[in-house]
């Protein structure tokens, strides 16, 4: 075997040194590019084609839902996905807008009005959810007690036929609770052991609820479910195009 002479020797070093450098540069930007970041919004970042059989594409006119302050304004508004005061800690929600399908509203409608000759109002922490703002959630906690899997049947938020809620008295105080809202422990559940005062609560903001049309979960004390939720599609309707109905 023939030895190189010393040009082709340099040479060659050069070659393996130059391609060791483009392979580093590559792993480097693979690495990077894959490192998950969820310090903020990316919704671009799933794929909805991968879920498209989940939810129905039907005209934004056309997905039935109303915005609640138009089927009773006394209902109090304070969505925390329109704020960082959530657990994500971002804003994801563009602005506040509380909808609902139309049948859900005036069902909640119903057992403000009963609330209120106890003197107490419904506060929405949240109603309608798209799809794609379901999958961001399932992102930071994938666990199925208090997300639920997008990737399975979704969640009747998607649907606009759930809400998330809590109960004020006449002075906009905060009734006692078990949890704050998206406590993700089990002291959230409705089982788990809470003060007296808690108890009384919850089971009177059960009790009204389940009277007017809404079933609950285990898991979340402040999550109720319309009990025709499962009638209504899974929608994907970002809240710009139904601003742009209003």
Request: glycine fraction near 4%; include cysteine; charge should be neutral.
């Amino acid at each position: 075997m023939k030895r190189l002479t010393k040009p082709l020797y340099f040479i060659a070093i050069i070659l393996i040194i130059a391609s060791g450098l483009v392979l580093g540069a590559l792993i480097s930007i693979i690495f990077s590019n894959s490192a998950p970041n969820q310090s903020k919004l990316d919704i671009a970042k799933f794929d909805i084609k991968d879920h498209e059989s989940l939810y129905v594409k039907i005209p934004t006119s056309k997905s039935g839902l109303v915005y609640v302050i138009d089927v009773d304004p006394s209902i109090i508004k304070e969505l925390r996905y329109a704020t960082t005061d959530n657990f994500t800690h971002t804003k994801i929600y563009p602005f506040s807008a509380c909808l609902l399908q139309k049948n859900t509203a005036k069902k909640l409608k119903e057992a403000n009005a009963e609330f209120k000759t106890l003197g107490y109002t419904i506060k929405i922490w949240d109603a309608y959810r798209p799809y794609d703002v379901q999958k961001y959630l399932w992102s930071f906690v994938s666990d199925s007690r208090f997300i639920a899997n997008p990737n399975a049947a979704g969640s009747r938020h998607n649907r606009g036929a759930a809400v998330d809620i809590t109960l004020v008295d006449n002075n906009n105080n905060n009734l006692i609770m078990p949890t704050g809202f998206d406590a993700f422990t089990e002291k959230a559940y409705r089982n788990a052991p809470m003060s007296d005062e808690a108890r009384k609560n919850v089971d009177l903001l059960t009790s009204i609820m389940k009277k007017h049309g809404f079933n609950t979960i285990e898991t979340e004390w402040w999550h109720y479910d319309d009990t025709d939720a499962d009638s209504y599609p899974i929608l994907n309707i970002t809240f710009e195009e139904l601003e742009n109905l209003r």
